[in-house]
């Protein structure tokens, strides 16, 4: 089967500049999940999707992050602005349910200058 | 909160055995485990559930103590694609956000 598609897989931009991520899960998945990995750490989830709908964006910094899951299917992730902090790759995963194992995508680098 | 894991690292020759550990001070209903290679995706290997359920990999074994909220994770007799960082993530009861712990890197010399 096809896995979950990321794109782009490398973003350089400036502080203060606008950056959108996008997310192709695995077919059927119903479950999505936005990961943030700073170098040398394990991912931090920033929101996760049921369907359409969000199940957690607690630790999603609503400020400047958004994301959306159109039709329960494709994803996006946006930075507006950016900050230096937000360096990191950001990391697509989806599952059956939330029960059941993660598979990820090969992520989106993220430079911030 | 975040689970922590032990060793931060270990260096094997090939065939050795390694443990990696994970603990919790929360009360833990689910235990997953993942391996990534530098620069790629984390790739699944282990669910261990409250109760005893186990989903996982064929090659690679684990355990969860739900007493004591930790789990361990077994490779035995290590070979060169066993190299990575192994991160076990954790869920609570009523929770469905996996927290990673900060990794343990795995190094597997011939």
């Known amino acids: 089967e096809a896995g979950v598609a990321q794109s782009p897989r490398y973003k350089i931009i400036e502080k203060r500049q606008s950056v959108a991520f996008w997310c192709n899960p695995i077919s059927g998945h119903a479950t999505l999940y936005w990961y943030q990995q700073i170098l040398g750490q394990g991912p931090k989830l920033l929101i996760q999707?049921?369907?359409?709908?969000?199940?957690?964006d607690s630790q999603l910094p609503k400020d400047r992050f958004s994301a959306e899951r159109l039709k329960g299917v494709d994803s996006t992730l946006k930075i507006q602005p950016a900050k230096l902090e937000d360096s990191a790759v950001y990391l697509c995963?989806?599952?059956?349910?939330?029960?059941?194992?993660?598979?990820f995508g090969d992520g989106t680098r993220l430079s911030i200058l | 909160q975040q689970p922590v894991q032990s060793p931060q690292a270990v260096i094997l020759r090939e065939g050795e055995d390694a443990v990696i550990n994970c603990s919790s001070s929360?009360?833990?209903?689910?235990v997953h485990w993942y391996r990534q290679k530098h620069g790629e995706a984390p790739v699944f290997l282990m669910i261990?559930?409250?109760?005893?359920e186990q989903k996982g990999h064929e090659k690679i074994s684990a355990s969860f103590n739900e007493k004591k909220q930790q789990s361990s994770l077994y490779l035995t007799a290590s070979q060169l694609s066993y190299s990575g960082t192994y991160f076990c993530?954790?869920?609570?009861?009523?929770?469905?956000?996996?927290?990673f712990g900060k990794g343990t890197k795995l190094s597997v010399i011939p």
């Open positions: 929360k009360a833990l209903y689910s």
């Open positions: 995963a989806s599952s059956l349910d939330s029960e059941q194992p993660q598979h």
């Open positions: 999707f049921q369907n359409n709908g969000v199940v957690d």
């Open positions: 261990l559930l409250k109760g005893g």
């Open positions: 993530g954790t869920t609570g009861a009523g929770s469905y956000q996996l927290t």
